[in-house]
Nanobody, 126 residues
């Protein structure tokens, strides 16, 4: 059974940091582009950052450039999202997703992918 499980969310003060993890089971991530997406209350889902299967190509939303870093460790079948300088507007449920066919840019722009995790909540508040 293909499964993606996010972890690392929580409550953090503005300016703080969190690292999200996306662990895959039932399949290997080697052949999949992976994306992080988020959905804030009352808003649509948006692409935050995406990374190619090799890790050589990445894409970031303008709102997180310079603050978030996506990376992957295919040996551990895990993808990470390092989030620094967090702002209240970063508050959302964060999801990871995998896709074997879409490009990194297509995933992040359309916020579409084949396999999704259930999400982890990130709350940035003082």
């Amino acid at each position: 059974q293909l499964q993606l499980v996010e972890s690392g969310g929580g409550l953090v003060q503005p300016g703080g940091s969190l690292r999200l993890s996306c662990a895959a089971s039932g399949f290997t991530l080697d052949y999949y582009a992976i994306g992080w997406f988020r959905q804030a209350p009352g808003k649509g889902r948006e692409g935050v950052s995406c990374i190619s299967n090799s890790g050589t190509t990445t894409n970031y939303a303008d709102s997180v450039k310079g603050r978030f870093t996506i990376s992957r460790d295919n040996a551990k079948n895990t993808v990470y999202l390092e989030m620094n300088s967090l702002k209240p507007e970063d508050t959302a449920v964060y999801y990871c997703a995998a896709d074997a066919f879409r490009t990194v840019q297509a995933m992040c722009i359309t916020a579409h992918a084949d396999y999704w995790g259930k999400g982890t909540l990130v709350t940035v508040s003082s």
